[in-house]
């Protein structure tokens, strides 16, 4: 798994992104209440929202969240859809033919596990989804994960570690991993 980054909360690059989320969430909500035929207001907020071009192949049905926006990469012939998070401070590359479900969340900043440091910074690594994965309705992609090329996730599926290529992963992975003192 990638070195996650930390982002101090006391500092002025958190207040810049601070200012990027409130701008984002401004920017999402616009989107989520278009008329969905309504695909050249949606093409340019989509490009504003991850600064830069959306690909015409790549398709995303409302309602669609993310706290950043220009940490999303989408390749050719994406399908997102409804409902989905992409919280992308970390970085989220969607490769060529990637298929996700409704409600599933990509998620790549987290804070850290002791109540000491939760407040203090949070921790960034990118979710990487290759070329012709399939995630299946509510899933969620943790940070530092990668989706092997052609990997199938079932629906419901919490994916905590890496997915080699051509797999198919299903079911919860809650557990108690370890614990820390209190």
């Avoid at 926006?69 to 992308?88: A, K, R, S």
């Avoid at 409600?103 to 690594?125: G, M, Q, W």
């Avoid at 079932?154 to 108690?176: R, S």
Wanted: charged share 20%; hydrophobic share 40%.
């Amino acid at each position: 798994m990638p070195e996650r980054d930390r982002l101090y909360v006391r500092t002025p690059e958190f207040a810049r992104v601070a200012e990027r989320i409130e701008h984002v969430t401004t920017l999402t909500s616009r989107l989520n209440v278009l008329s969905f035929d309504d695909k050249a207001t949606r093409a340019a907020l989509f490009s504003e929202i991850i600064g830069k071009p959306m690909p015409d192949s790549v398709t995303v049905f409302p309602p669609f969240y993310t706290d950043h926006g220009f940490g999303i990469d989408f390749g050719e012939n994406v399908f997102v859809n409804q409902g989905c998070t992409f919280l992308d401070q970390g970085g989220i590359h969607l490769g060529d033919g990637v298929l996700i479900g409704p409600k599933t969340n990509l998620i790549s900043s987290d804070h850290p596990l002791p109540a000491s440091e939760r407040a203090e910074f949070i921790t960034r690594a990118p979710v990487t989804v290759e070329a012709g994965a399939w995630l299946g309705a509510a899933v969620t992609v943790l940070p530092g994960v990668t989706i092997g090329r052609g990997a199938v996730v079932g629906a419901g599926a919490v994916v905590t570690k890496d997915v080699p290529p051509d797999t198919l992963v299903t079911g919860p992975a809650a557990f108690t991993r370890r614990q820390w003192g209190a």
